[in-house]
């Protein structure tokens, strides 16, 4: 039961957080794009089965790949990214403590 929560929570709560706290000014736009970053789950729909609880999705599916990690990561080197690229990269932080719940 904890899992769920912790994995929901630092996927919605902690990016307002953040956006709250480090960009107060433009947090809103910030946050949407926190959650336009879960996005990337779309790629979980070539997978079969679609959802499964108990695999690991941070090198199993394409977006989710240590590949597009290091894109991800390469974004942050950019301003007009950097947003972005933390918005991912704390997407495949979350999911990558999931995996070690697991």
Known sequence: M????????L?????????L??????WKKVYLIFLAAML???DHLTA?????????????????SYYAVAGYFILLFFRKTQIIGLALLWHIL???MDCWMM
């Open 94 to 96: 979350t999911d990558l």
């Open 11 to 19: 996927h919605f709560i902690i990016p307002i957080v953040i956006a």
């Open 48 to 64: 079969d089965p679609i959802f499964d609880p108990n695999r690991c999705s941070v090198g199993f599916h394409p977006l989710h």
């Open 21 to 26: 706290v480090f960009f107060p000014k433009k």
């Open 2 to 9: 904890i899992r769920p929560i912790l994995h929901y929570g």
């Open 40 to 42: 990337i789950d779309l």
